[in-house]
């Protein structure tokens, strides 16, 4: 008598399109899916016709299966000798977690390959320089960029003039170790015209904000988060230029040796007069300034506010920024502001500032009961203050 394993059949069940891919639903293209999506394609032709796309739209390269990657992207250095298909699969490319597995110009061979179909490219940190930059020119469906990790440097005007005519790109990080440059009285930075989020990051100097004043109008997320900087001049100089036209902004600057940056409350929220969510780092603040006459301040719109603390050693100023907080929403322009977070170094001070959080928690989550009682609450998260990682 045949065993149960031998009168099982053979071939792979036969089943609909459709079926195969409500199944490879249940496995979004991510690293811990990558294997099973895999064997998925293994099972028969028609799982493997269905299957490869996910498997090659977001691949997760690392050290070990680069090389076994860029022989499939790439099986020769001359493009013309032969092709992969699977190149035009690929819409996902991150290689941040590469280190000295890849080099300058396989990367820019890499982007050569995927151009077609690309969407969004994390550059690795040592193998992407100014070669690369040729190759990133021809990816015309990308979307987001980010140069965050990339240790040459770049300079911006650089950048800007190979990613200037991607009308596609809607976020762009730069590299920490960018170069500004010198900007010449008649010359323009030139940008992707549909950008809306931008990370600016490296040495920015005082005047080089400068270079920022023509980002298109679409722009409205900014994060600013420089490795160094010594003075605010470089925000004070960029913000009343494209504050208004922005729905996010995130800020944290590097305490200055002279420990005297700060920035003065009421100009901020100014010059962002459209922004909703605002993120920035507790001692950028002025907390002297932000005393002051609320009745000559229009309301804002600004709905969540994020404050983070990577040096703090007055457990007074933290408890007075919390009352003049409350105070800006209580009697002040910040009406509309229902969520706080709060660094957990702050919230873990004494009771004085706990206590001080805890009444603008109950007051934030009063006023959304009085927008669910008015038919105007937001459906967003939950009112209230919580805290949130340095």
């Known amino acids: 008598m045949p065993s149960p394993l031998t009168s099982c059949p053979q071939s792979a069940p036969s089943l609909p399109a459709e079926i195969l891919f409500l199944i ?3 496995n979004p293209p991510d690293p811990a899916s990558q294997p099973t999506i895999h064997a998925f394609t293994l099972v028969s032709r028609s799982w493997y016709t ?3 796309p996910a498997l090659y739209h977001t691949p ?3 050290g070990k299966n680069f090389d076994k990657f860029v022989s499939t992207i790439c099986p020769s250095i001359n493009q013309h000798v032969r092709k992969s298909e699977l190149a035009e699969l690929v819409r996902r490319l991150d290689m941040s977690h590469l280190v000295h597995s890849s080099s300058k110009s396989l990367t820019a061979r890499l982007l050569n390959r995927v151009k077609n179909g690309l969407e969004v490219f994390v550059a690795p940190q040592a193998s992407f320089a100014i070669n690369c930059l040729a190759a990133l020119s021809k990816c015309k469906k990308l979307q987001r960029l980010n140069l965050t990790l990339v240790s040459e440097s770049l300079e911006l005007s650089a950048i800007c003039r190979s990613i200037h005519a991607l009308d596609r790109l809607v976020s762009l990080h730069l590299p920490r170790s960018i170069s500004y440059g010198v900007l010449k009285t008649d010359q323009k930075t030139l940008w992707p015209p549909q950008l809306k989020t931008i990370h600016i990051s490296g040495h920015p100097r005082p005047d080089d904000w400068l270079k920022f004043q023509d980002l298109p ?3 409205t997320n900014l994060t600013i988060d420089p490795v160094f900087i010594t003075f605010p001049d470089f925000i004070y100089g960029l913000l009343p230029f494209i504050g208004p036209q922005l ?6 600057i590097p305490r200055s040796q002279d420990d005297t940056i700060g920035f003065d409350f ?3 929220i100014r010059v962002i007069p459209n922004v909703r969510h605002l993120a920035m780092d507790f001692t950028c603040t002025s907390l002297v300034l932000l005393y002051g006459d609320y009745s000559a301040f229009p309301d804002h719109p600004l709905e969540t506010l994020k404050l983070y603390c990577d040096d703090f050693q007055d457990i007074r100023d933290a408890g007075d920024l919390i009352y003049w907080l ?3 929403v209580v009697d002040g322009p910040l009406k509309n502001l229902r969520r706080v977070g709060v660094s957990r170094s702050i919230s873990q001070l004494d009771g004085f500032v706990r206590d001080k959080l805890e009444f603008l928690g ?3 989550e009063a006023l959304e009961r009085e927008d669910e009682d008015n038919g105007t609450a937001t459906g967003k998260p939950k009112a209230g203050v919580w805290t949130i990682e340095d």
């Open 217 to 219: 109008h679409s722009l």
């Open 60 to 62: 997760f390269i690392t």
């Open 362 to 364: 109950e007051y934030l």
């Open 24 to 26: 490879l639903a249940y």
């Open 50 to 52: 269905v299957g490869i």
């Open 326 to 328: 409350t105070d800006f």
């Open 266 to 268: 009421n100009w901020l």
């Open 247 to 252: 729905k996010y902004l995130k800020f944290a």
